[in-house]
């Protein structure tokens, strides 16, 4: 997923600035007698379009280290993205649970960073937190689908992102299944 975000952020970043307000989606009910809405073929409404100096930190290889500007915290999200232009920020954390505690996984993880996002509001920033849920055998959250779709991910991008979430999951639920009996992962008493 980090790296479909990537890819975005640093398409969006090379674009050049557009006067233009990014179109939102219109709702899809149509009166009667009216035209349907339909969005100018060169328009991306992603919500990445509001800025060109998106930066993105992901606790991956090393530790994340949350960018002071937005909050301070010890805390360590597995995405942030972040424009100090427009002041959004993006915390994005992964979790990948049984797929019957998906939701229970959601709300654990927004109020363990409700306290960040109280604080960089304060100093002006509006903060997105988005809680997204991968299931261990490999089903793929709708959190997941929004998240994409709102950052302007789409097409076969949008797909491929999927099947590699999917395939991650069900490769590593199917590691730790084969590590269940080796004897290094045995509780240490120290």
């Not at 427009?86 to 960073?113: F, G, H, M, N």
């Not at 490999?138 to 689908?145: D, E, L, N, R």
Request: proline share 5%; with cysteine.
């Amino acid at each position: 997923m980090a790296d479909k975000l990537e890819c975005k952020r640093v398409f969006i970043n090379s674009q050049p600035v557009s006067n233009q307000k990014v179109l939102r989606h219109q709702p899809l009910f149509v009166r009667e007698g009216d035209k349907r809405w339909v969005s100018p073929a060169n328009q991306d409404p992603s919500a990445l379009n509001a800025a060109r100096d998106w930066q993105m930190r992901v606790d991956l290889d090393q530790q994340l280290i949350f960018p002071p500007e937005i909050a301070t915290t010890a805390l360590r999200p597995d995405i942030v993205l972040w424009s100090n232009s427009c002041q959004l920020a993006y915390i994005i954390e992964l979790t990948v649970p049984w797929e019957d505690a998906l939701e229970e996984a959601s709300e654990r993880k927004k109020l363990r960073y409700s306290d960040i996002a109280a604080e960089a509001e304060n100093k002006g920033w509006k903060i997105r937190m988005r809680p997204v849920e991968v299931g261990c055998r490999g089903f793929v959250a709708s959190t997941i689908a929004k998240l994409l779709r709102e950052v302007g991910v789409r097409g076969q991008a949008y797909r491929q992102a999927i099947k590699e979430l999917v395939n991650t999951a069900e490769r590593t639920s199917h590691w730790l299944w084969l590590k269940r009996s080796d004897t290094t992962w045995a509780a240490r008493n120290s």
